[in-house]
């Protein structure tokens, strides 16, 4: 069968370029000059981004060129999986490049991926993580995304990480070292202070690949990298960084981003470590716990409601994370409560209209997008410590219709859940009103004019008589629809 012309050239361009890799290849596996290995490299750099034309380069025999000029030895190989660095700027330059192909084949190729995972890959990007020798912050950057790339895409590699390597550990110390972090306690972070100057750029490029690496590897029971004491550490040090700050506000956003989406895999009992170190003058306190963390995460589940887009990516984390942080720690629902829910005083105007928390989080409760919707009811239903009588109070049945039919809890009741016994207390305002609250919309609503208040005598008659009439007509229609039957 003949092939369209088009199709014609474009498997005739593949295979050029396929066989242009399978030359470069041949050159950077021959003893041959930095300044042409690192010349042959951005070109298959470049190349590598096309999936069509990986094959050559996703073999075992490419990878394994690809993985000696990136000075990382197969774990295979036995002895240490990490070759001399680099010792000039030329030298550097190719290891940066050799790295950058990986990634990039890695991310294209499932049979690079598999590659990836026979000759253990994983193993020498550790070793090089471990070493922490001072060197090119492209070197660094690049490891720990090839190291995320590979703990993404590879389950086994995963959970080798995990158990042999050792690596929520390893990270955790790339962490520290990255972020310069001074311990002064056993889950305590000496605070940045006011005046701390934001994360140098490269650094927090760092970070951030070392955050999304240990999202990986923490998607899994954890357990036998150290236990609650190592977990307990990644949440101290993610409290640290939400309260720093970096170049840029959107920088700040992402830094923060990645720290929530990382506490949303830790065990729930870890996350007293965000509230439990001592309180500071100028500093967030509720019933003697520093709650600056908490503060943060709200602030930054306000911002995200406030873009109005990306909900589902953007901020179910931080409202999951807020959920069950409030779930399990009394004081940081009790807390956020005072923040979201403060005690009623305006109940003339729906609880959707307006712009604080409270109302932004009711006017989600009717999203379109189910997970988010789900998940601001979820949210406001726990700080009302999973009563539906305290929910309705803030919300009205209209806006909690969905949660509780999904819980079976139309009737009224309670969540499964146990809370403490503190009572909430009502405002005169509230108590005041309460009888005349409309309990479907939430709020008092103006009496409605009486709309035969004006009519005549024969206007009463005649839309009587239209009434009827209407009757009469639907009921005929409901006869001759039984005959048929």
């Known amino acids: 069968m003949l092939l369209p012309p088009v ?227 990644v949440t101290a040090i993610m409290r640290h960084l939400l309260m720093l700050k970096t170049q840029t506000e959107d920088k700040t956003e992402e830094a923060h981003s990645h720290a929530i989406n990382l506490l949303s895999n830790l065990p729930v009992s870890c996350l007293d470590v965000l509230i439990d170190l001592p309180v500071q003058g100028g500093q967030e306190e509720y019933s003697g716990k520093n709650m600056d963390a908490v503060q943060v995460l709200l602030d930054f589940m306000e911002k995200r409601i406030d873009k109005g887009a990306n909900y589902k990516e953007g901020l179910t984390p931080v409202l999951s994370l807020l959920t069950e942080g409030s779930r399990y720690h009394r004081e940081i629902r009790r807390y956020i409560k005072t923040q979201v829910l403060p005690p009623l005083k305006e109940v003339k105007v729906r609880p959707e209209i307006g712009s604080t928390v409270r109302n932004k989080l009711v006017r989600l409760m009717t999203h379109v997008d189910m997970g988010v919707k789900q998940s601001a009811a979820e949210f406001l239903f726990v700080l009302c410590k999973e009563s539906v009588d305290h929910l309705l109070k803030y919300t009205g049945y209209g806006n909690a219709a969905g949660l509780l039919v999904a819980r079976g809890l139309l009737a009224g009741g309670r969540g499964e859940t146990l809370y403490s016994d503190d009572e909430d207390s009502d405002t005169e305002e509230y108590k005041s009103a309460k009888p005349f609250i409309n309990p479907i919309t939430g709020h008092v609503e103006e009496p409605m004019p009486n709309p035969i208040e004006d009519m005549t005598e024969e206007q009463k008659e005649y839309e009587a008589q239209k009434l009827v009439n209407m009757f009469d007509k639907l009921s005929s229609k409901q006869n001759l629809a039984l005959l048929r039957e």
């Not at 474009?10 to 066989?19: K, Y």
């Not at 006011?194 to 955050?211: F, H, S, T, W």
């Open 7 to 233: 199709c014609f050239m474009m498997n005739q361009s593949s295979l050029t370029v396929q066989r242009l890799c399978q030359g470069l290849l041949t050159v950077l596996g021959r003893q041959v000059g930095s300044c042409c290995q690192s010349t042959c490299l951005e070109t298959l750099r470049i190349l590598s981004r096309d999936k069509r034309v990986l094959g050559p380069v996703g073999t075992r025999e490419g990878m394994l060129v690809l993985a000696g000029l990136a000075r990382l030895q197969s774990g295979e190989e036995g002895g240490d999986s990490l070759q001399e660095d680099a010792q000039t700027e030329e030298e550097e330059r190719v290891v940066v490049e050799a790295l950058k192909c990986l990634c990039n084949v890695v991310f294209n190729s499932v049979a690079a991926q598999q590659v990836g995972a026979d000759v253990q890959l994983a193993r020498g990007l550790c070793a090089r993580l471990h070493a922490a020798r001072a060197g090119c912050h492209e070197v660094g950057l690049f490891s720990l995304r090839l190291l995320f790339l590979l703990s993404a895409l590879r389950p086994d590699v995963r959970g080798g990480l995990q158990r042999e390597l050792h690596a929520v550990g390893l990270l955790t110390e790339v962490l520290e070292r990255t972020l310069d972090l001074r311990w002064v306690g056993p889950y305590e972070v000496a605070h940045p202070g006011l005046q701390a100057l934001p994360i140098p750029a490269e650094d927090n490029e760092r970070a951030m690949e070392a955050l999304k690496a240990l999202f990986n590897l923490t998607l899994s029971d954890t357990s036998d990298e150290g236990g609650d004491h190592q977990l307990r550490l």
